[in-house]
Nanobody
Framework: VQLQASGGGLVQAGGSLRLSCAAS????????MGWFRQAPGKEREFVAA????????YYADSVKGRFTMSRDNAKNTVYLQMNSLKPEDTAVYYC?????????????????WGQGTLVTVSS
């Protein structure tokens, strides 16, 4: 699976962005998907995950209630709707794919990664 993330940019605090991650390959619906982020000087951290069907989602406490992850298997795409953005959300955001057999909170659970898209939130 090849992943291509897009949708990042510069936004003021309180604003919104929607990230997209387009996947190639006919087996996209076989994978659970996740979003991670990495701020300058920090480790990559879990943001959100979604099951292969889209029926289950899970969020980091820091984004719960503000971010929503979804997927469209017909379009081979996952999304991350980010609302009420804060300066501390500034990071490079990565989408990733993992087999159904693994949990999804850690980077090592994921086999495939997109190139990242930069989100900058100004105060």
């Amino acid at each position: 699976v090849q992943l291509q993330a897009s949708g990042g940019g510069l936004v003021q605090a309180g604003g919104s962005l929607r990230l997209s991650c387009a996947a190639s390959g006919r087996t996209f619906s076989s994978y659970h998907m996740g979003w991670f982020r990495q701020a300058p000087g920090k480790e990559r951290e879990f943001v959100a995950a979604i099951s292969w069907s889209g029926g289950s989602t899970y969020y980091a406490d820091s984004v719960k209630g503000r971010f929503t992850m979804s997927r469209d298997n017909a379009k081979n795409t996952v999304y991350l709707q980010m609302n009420s953005l804060k300066p501390e959300d500034t990071a490079v955001y990565y989408c990733a794919a993992r087999p159904r057999s693994r949990n999804g909170l850690f980077t090592y659970d994921y086999d495939y990664w997109g190139q990242g898209t930069l989100v900058t939130v100004s105060s």
